[in-house]
């Protein structure tokens, strides 16, 4: 009889396991789990929270270390921490999880006790930070505020007032937080942006929790700081609703008795519950960590939003979904031509240069693809198509009118950089043959016909990127540099260049056939690709900066892997690329972007969106396969 591994016990131990290795990783030479951040949020607030020492030596910060409300225009906390008076920490911090929705960091200290703080977020909209300790004892919190938040324009810090025993911060833009004790009886001080509590502990079982609350006015933060004193238990209601919410989507099933069923099934609740966290109100970025930004704000990829909105779907989350694919219908958000959005947005939903990572420019014409999917695939769950046929023929059309004489889609798609790339021509050869469907539901023949025969065309030329001599596709370029800018070099002269991309196992996650081309770049990817002890490489180019890019070992290329094997029926070969990700995830159970080559260090943006969406979605599948 199948089971929803939810066992409390097992969670527990799935959290020390974690917890043991990090302290592994800091007295020996592993490096496992890797650094990072842990994605806290409820939809409309999002806390970037890091207790681990790695991290701290970079950012000298510790606690919550960003902090957003409604957008990613602005982010207003550097930093939050306790310390307990008479004793100082007497090594290493070991962060971790306590469920998949609190974060749980131990610390001995010199004194003999053992500190824990939790950190989550309430569904009412405050953000949650218990400390305990195992000795009576006095205590300080404090939270550092963002004087000067530089993105396209400056917001600064106006006020930080003592009101209702509770500092309300007040920034240019309108937004308040507030930062306040629960319980009566602990002081507050402010000198400049930051916030000190002080308060004693009377034991393990008598924490201390202090409330940070997002408000749109000075007004409303004390509203809620009255509303929330006065509820008891926080993490218990907490609890129930995450809980809720998880069990009201679809969860991996084990058979009974699998030893390992817990273990999957929280780090499945982890990475989805990281990507729930990391919408705001229909906005995902690629990356929250600072790897990843434009003018100061977390970025807005269309691709990875759009890859976080089908996990979103497929695991039963519907309304977040809605959120993502709405936002991306807004005639606010500006495309480069009709039918063709940019590949990079700022958090305001502008496309600007001034960032990191691909060129917001560069041609993504698989974002089209994905859309298209996407509003299928919510209108077959939900009965509601949520654009208008109008938009629809835009994206297709747009498609369709870009078909070179060959038959295939030239574009940036996945790896950024302008060829004819397998996984872009599937994903959009699969999206036409549902425009098609869609197209003729809605008695439009024409357009019905002239998607079909346009899926037809790329599917009829898909050979051209299949590399003979390797037995593999191949992106098809006629250039193995970019330009001076980053830009692509979309050159036909000289000869040309098939360069092996594991992209294109998305093709077939996106609703492509499996076929025999397919089958054989897998074998070809087994044999050359697959390294660090089971992760998949992302790109090669013989551009020394691309290659030591995309010759990374990639959380969502793994992902992908892992999804097609299931999809092909091959159970043991997806679960050891499962097994790989969990071993490699960071100190919280979630997914980097990337391995570095040499496997010596972790990326950045340790987790990305992507790569906990991707991570989701392969346990799932394999789970029902």
Partial sequence: MPIKAGDCLLAVLFTCVFAALLCQAQEGDSKVPWKGYAILGNGHLTAVYSDDDRIQQQTHAEGIQHLYFNDYTADYLASTSFRV???????????????????????????????????????EGAVVLQVNADAQAGYEFQAVLRKEIRTDHNISLASVLESENAAIATWSNGTVVAIAPKSPGAAISVKESTVSIEGRLSGRESGAEILLIPANSRDEALAKVRLFRAKADLEGAA???????????????????????????EAFKRNLYCVKSAELNGRIPADITGQFVTNGMPQLYPRDAMMCARVLLLSGHAEEARQVIEFWAKPQVPMKTRGEWYARYDAHGKAVDAGSGARFDEPEWDSNGYYIYLLDQYHSTKGVWLADAKFLYELADFLVDHISSNGLLEEGGIVEWTGYLPATNMIDAAALKTASRIAREFGNAKKSEGYAAAAQRISMALPQMFDPSRQ??????????KGVNGESLAVHSGEKLYLWDTTANVGAIWGFPNHRDLELSNSFYANNTVKLGGGMQYFDSPDPGLASYGHGVFFFTTA????????????????????????????????????????????AASPLSWCAAEFAAALLLWSES
């Fill in 239 to 265: 609890g129930r609703y995450w809980n809720a919410w998880m069990d009201s989507g679809k969860l991996p099933l084990f058979k009974s008795g699998d030893p390992q069923a817990a273990r999957y099934l």
């Fill in 472 to 481: 593999t596709y191949g992106d098809v370029r006629f250039t193995g540099l």
């Fill in 560 to 603: 992908a892997a892992a999804q097609y094997e299931s999809l092909s029926g091959r159970n043991t070969k997806a679960k050891e690329f499962i097994d790989w990700m969990l071993r490699n995830a960071n100190a919280y159970g979630l997914m980097p972007e990337h391995i570095l080559p040499d496997g010596s260090d972790v990326s």
């Fill in 85 to 123: 008076s008479g004793a100082g920490p007497a090594g290493n911090s070991s962060p971790g999880m306590k469920n998949f929705f609190t974060t749980q960091t131990w610390k001995q200290l010199t004194n003999g006790a053992v500190q824990t703080v939790l950190c989550y977020v309430h569904p």
